[in-house]
T-cell receptor, first 113, second 112 residues
Framework: NAGVTQTPKFQVLKTGQSMTLQCAQD?????MYWYRQDPGMGLRLIYY???????DKGEVPNGYNVSRLNKREFSLRLESAAPSQTSVYFC????????????FGQGTRLTVV | GENVEQHPSTLSVQEGDSAVIKCTYS??????FPWYKQELGKGPQLIID?????GEKKDQRIAVTLNKTAKHFSLHITETQPEDSAVYFC???????????FGKGTMLLVSP
């Protein structure tokens, strides 16, 4: 059982380049999330999808877009990468939006130079 | 706004000692308070959670206590082992929100 799978694991971008981070879960979960983790800042929510067909902004959405492609997949796009977006990105999923365990992927370490 | 304060940011203990991590929250919260453990190079993983109708919950060497009146909850690890070394995050869901707000994390180092 793979759980939550993120690709790629590592990426280096030049300022202004675009890229899409992919996430897929095989637990038939309704809700999916994208977080970023920076030193001393904990986990901050970028966007989430409470259920298939819906997406909502989190705490730090600027510079990002998301797509809930289907129930399994939730992608995060950086249209024009900036050095401030250097971070470790985590995708997570849960059965429902509230009061249930969230399962995290292994993370994507992104460096923007 | 909704906020979760976590202390300490780092904690060093000797193997066999107990470790306590505390979190406070600033606004009215919902009924769910989970704790996550993040090992180096991995994503966070749930280790224990507590709901507001319970004051304490224990799972082997790990326990969590909740005081809703004082708006704080704590993680207690007894008989610490080197494999307990990791970053621990507390979290909460606040009224009117449907997502977790995380504390900034505590790096626990257990020395043999």
């Amino acid at each position: 059982n793979a759980g939550v799978t993120q690709t790629p694991k590592f990426q280096v971008l030049k300022t202004g380049q675009s890229m899409t981070l992919q996430c897929a879960q095989d637990m038939n979960h309704n809700s999916m999330y994208w977080y970023r983790q920076d030193p001393g800042m904990g986990l901050r929510l970028i966007y989430y999808s409470a259920s298939e067909g819906t997406t909502d902004k989190g705490e730090v959405p600027n510079g990002y877009n998301v797509s809930r492609l289907n129930k399994r997949e939730f992608s995060l796009r950086l249209e024009s990468a900036a050095p401030s977006q250097t971070s470790v990105y985590f995708c997570a999923s849960s059965e429902t939006p509230m009061n249930t365990e969230a399962f995290f992927g292994q993370g994507t370490r992104l460096t923007v130079v | 706004g909704e906020n979760v304060e976590q202390h300490p940011s780092t904690l060093s203990v000797q193997e066999g000692d107990s470790a306590v991590i505390k979190c406070t929250y600033s606004d009215s919260a919902s009924n769910y308070f989970p704790w996550y453990k993040q090992e180096l190079g991995k994503g966070p993983q749930l280790i224990i959670d507590i709901r507001s109708n319970v004051g304490e919950k224990k799972d082997q060497r790990i326990a969590v206590t909740l005081n809703k009146t004082a708006k704080h909850f704590s993680l207690h690890i007894t008989e610490t082992q080197p494999e307990d070394s990791a970053v621990y995050f507390c979290a909460a869901i606040f009224s009117g929100y449907s997502t977790l707000t995380f504390g900034k994390g505590t790096m626990l180092l257990v020395s043999p």
